[in-house]
């Protein structure tokens, strides 16, 4: 916030702003007080003990799929449960890793670390420096925190490196220019940051040299989002990138290029909301704007590929090489995702909301593809295992050609696939067990009408045969935003503490979210926000019309954005739901630039400080139309004093407004967690007790 803000005294226009302090007395003490009365009320639930429990041991399950990053010969796991509930960072050979019970090598003990250094330590990710692999870059994050402690770490001896890279606690970017110097952006001290509180500057970091004599090799004005850097070290073409990111979906892409007289800045002309990568002497370029390249003009959504050098060697459109399409979207597919082995470009779709993998070559005269026979019609997760810094014309890597693919839905539990390009069958590596009995339950997908007429699909988990007389307790999850769709997923928390006992989930795939494309989240920004929760109370009308609920038995779920999604539909349709699930949200659209990392999203919903955009703000912000005297579903407001993404004093300050007003909301604010909200599987365990808890306890009339 800006440094001239005085939280200590009262605002008439605001007079709950000390509640933006996170660790003041006051804030804090107001905390405490609010999170001791939603316990009292939320745990006397009669299930309130068994759900915790029994959620706390599927988090806690040896089931569960690892996860896997590969790092030269090795697959790469953080694993927790009941005796690492911080985590073990480990790692096991591909072959082990296909077995029933992978041989697993301890690299870092993530719980010991943490008792040996007196920390709260939470993993926050690892970058080595291929193809080696030696050299590891790990972050660790106190509580959760988006802001890291990075520090060096030998892949060797698993050991940090005495005396090598280490960073202090910042929202940081680093990555490896070579094994002794590192490309930084981080908190250096006054001008380093942007407004949004990321990197506004890349250093060139030598080892064994403070990092204030680094030199800046790239920077950014205070007004763009961030300022970051990336190697691509395929041998033969090794290249530096630096961008700035102008507002969060857009950037210029520069090339850094060392001489004799210093860098060089060559910037990539394509279009700023473009995203370009690489893949052997191609570039590959996902659009999120329609773009007229040679006479063609390839609609958002698309995938394009052309000769690598050409691309980066263009002036513009006019003199770009031949573009060729690897996807074009439709009215109902869209690009979810690529990735890449030695041969193949692998893509996957959405189409209609279910997923789809295929398969493109390239050839002579052009590019074929196929279908791939994968898991349908839940959702897919691709990981290629090629290592894209070894040489093309290498034939040692034995992973080169193979890929991971996770398999969801809502009633299938999670299984792992190893494919291969040669065609041959997926095999079945790992399956999480069934952790409800979901015999008598089926998916439907319906479509509500919304009010501009826009057919608006959501997906219905329910019982066969419900019978639909309106009696049925509903959960109603939605997101709306960034482009992030809302995908079928297996949730054994939804199955055990809601399905199991005769409740209803329905999931929203409303505009704002990325289900149909760019198109799809373009229709539901900015001046256009308010189509996102017209949207979301169709479907909640679809469900009460059709018969599934009531609004006396809907409830209605969403974080982050999705918090602000439910916060406003709440007050601009109180009539329509009986309680609302308000996970570490967005509140005060007013004030939410200026806190924490919100000025980044001005793209996404615009600037209150500009008059014309405040006017389509205002309408929905939901901290400014509090009023008393209107009868609100019951409300419980969740986040979490570590999160530095999105502001707890959102949060606080609704809750704060509404018991001024009369209202009665519960509000509860874990302490650690960052933006999850939690920082282990007990945090979690008992936060999603006290939500579920909640629910019951609301609809229960």
């Known amino acids: 916030m800006p440094a001239d803000t005085d939280l200590t005294t009262t605002d008439p226009i605001d007079p709950y702003l000390w509640l933006e302090d996170v660790q003041g007395e006051r804030a804090l003490a107001w905390v405490h007080a609010r999170n001791a009365e939603s316990r009292a009320v939320l745990q006397q639930h009669p299930r309130f003990a068994a759900m915790r429990e029994g959620l706390r041991a599927i988090l806690d399950s040896a089931d569960k799929i690892p996860q896997v990053t590969r790092r030269g010969g090795w697959l790469y796991n953080l694993w927790r449960d009941a005796a690492h509930p911080r985590g073990l960072w480990r790692r096991t050979t591909l072959a082990s890793f296909c077995t029933a019970a992978p041989d697993w090598q301890t690299v870092l003990d993530l719980d010991a670390l943490a008792i040996a250094e007196g920390e709260n330590w939470v993993w926050g990710g690892a970058t080595s420096l291929g193809p080696v692999h030696r050299h590891c870059l790990v972050q660790l994050s106190r509580g959760g925190a988006d802001a890291t402690v990075v520090r060096e770490f030998d892949l060797v001896s698993c050991q940090f490196v005495p005396g090598g890279f280490l960073l202090p606690e910042a929202k940081t970017d680093v990555t490896w220019q070579d094994a002794d110097h590192l490309l930084v952006g981080t908190d250096t001290g006054p001008g380093s940051l942007t407004d949004s509180g990321y990197p506004r500057t890349v250093r060139r970091w030598q080892r064994g040299t403070p990092l204030a004599a680094a030199p800046v090799v790239f920077e950014g004005q205070p007004q763009d989002v961030a300022v970051s850097a990336s190697v691509d070290r395929h041998p033969g073409r090794q290249r530096t990138f630096v961008s700035r990111a102008t507002d969060f979906y857009n950037s210029e892409q520069f090339l850094l290029i060392p001489g004799p007289a210093g860098d060089r800045l060559q910037k990539i002309q394509i279009p700023s909301d473009a995203q370009i990568s690489f893949w052997r002497d191609r570039a590959l370029l996902q659009l999120r704007s329609s773009w007229a390249v040679g006479g063609t003009l390839w609609p958002a959504g698309s995938l394009l590929v052309g000769d690598a050098v050409a691309v980066l060697a263009a002036g513009g459109a006019a003199d770009m090489p031949p573009l060729q399409a690897l996807f074009t979207p439709t009215a109902s597919r869209s690009l979810q995702g690529f990735g890449t082995t030695a041969s193949q470009v692998l893509l996957q779709v959405l189409d209609n909301v279910a997923g789809r993998l295929e398969a493109w070559w390239p050839q002579d005269a052009g590019w074929a593809h196929h279908a791939i026979d994968a898991p349908h019609p839940g959702s897919l997760g691709l990981q290629t295992l090629h290592d894209d810094e070894l040489p093309d014309d290498d034939t040692s890597d034995p992973m080169a050609e193979q890929f991971l ?57 329910a019982g066969k045969g419900l019978v639909r007389d309106g009696s049925h307790p509903t959960l109603l999850n939605g997101y709306g935003g960034f482009e992030i769709a809302k995908l079928p997923v297996y949730s054994a928390g939804w199955g055990t503490a809601w399905l199991a006992h005769g409740g209803v989930v329905a999931v929203a795939n409303i505009r704002g979210g990325g289900e149909f494309g760019p198109a799809w989240h373009q229709a ?68 939410y630039h200026r806190l924490l990392a919100g000025a980044s999203w001005m793209a996404e919903y615009g600037n209150p400080d500009v008059p014309a955009e405040w006017a389509w703000i205002a309408p929905y912000s939901p901290y400014q139309n509090l009023r008393a005297g209107v009868a609100l579903p019951k409300l419980l407001l969740t986040t979490s004093t570590r999160d530095d993404r999105v502001h707890p004093g959102h949060a606080r300050k609704m809750a704060a407004r509404m018991l001024a007003l009369g209202h009665a909301p519960l509000y509860y604010e874990n302490t650690e967690g960052g933006h999850a909200g939690a920082a282990d599987n007990a945090q979690k365990a008992d936060m999603l007790a006290l939500e579920f808890a909640f629910l019951w306890r609301a609809l229960a009339g």
């Open 524 to 591: 539901a920004i900015g001046a256009h926000k308010q189509k996102s929760y017209d949207d979301f109370a169709a479907v909640a009308e679809h469900l009460i019309t059709s018969g599934v609920t009531r609004p006396q038995r809907l409830a209605i779920q969403g974080g982050s954005n999705g918090g602000l999604l439910v916060g406003a539909v709440m007050l601009q349709r109180p009539d329509l739901f009986g309680a609302v699930l308000c996970q570490v949200p967005l509140l005060d659209m007013q004030r």
């Open 405 to 461: 693919l996770g398999y969801t839905d809502f009633l299938t539990p999670d299984s792992l696939l190893l494919g291969h390009t040669d065609g041959r069958p997926l095999q079945v590596l790992k399956a999480r067990p069934a952790y409800f009995d979901a015999s008598g339950l089926q998916v439907q997908q319906h479509w509500a009408t919304s009010k501009d007429g826009t057919q608006v699909p959501y997906f219905l988990v």
